[in-house]
């Protein structure tokens, strides 16, 4: 099993920064891939990036190309987003995954963290 838990959301103006953080414990050595995802008020979960626990290869949705970017830090078993140019649309609730093969599903999730940019 992996425990993932979410932190460093919060509230902050349009045009602002923030950096979430994802830490992982228990079966860490298994995974393959870890991801965020997001889900606004009345939406569906959203992809918004990842990156390979290898080799640190990287996606991201359109949205989050040029403002945001994942990083991560296999000592700690911690991944990041990093959050610039925020804007009231990307308020959601932010979720970090894991997933333990290229073909699988992420199967672990965290409780997800609250993002509100105001204008």
């Known amino acids: 099993q992996v425990q993932l838990v979410e932190s460093g959301g919060g509230l902050v103006q349009a045009g602002g920064s923030l950096r979430l953080s994802c830490a992982a414990s228990g079966r860490t050595f298994s995974i393959y891939r870890m991801g965020w995802f997001r889900q606004a008020p009345g939406k569906e979960r959203a992809f918004v990036a990842s990156?390979?626990?290898?080799?640190?290869?990287?996606n991201y949705s359109d949205s989050a190309k040029g403002r945001f970017t994942i990083s991560r830090d296999n000592a700690e078993n911690t991944v990041y987003l990093q959050m610039n140019s925020l804007k009231p649309e990307d308020t959601a609730v932010y979720y970090c995954?894991?997933?333990?093969?290229?073909?699988?599903?992420?199967?672990?999730w965290g409780q997800g963290t609250q993002v509100t940019v105001s204008s």
């Open positions: 995954a894991a997933k333990l093969d290229e073909g699988s599903v992420y199967g672990f």
């Open positions: 990156i390979s626990r290898s080799r640190g290869s990287t």
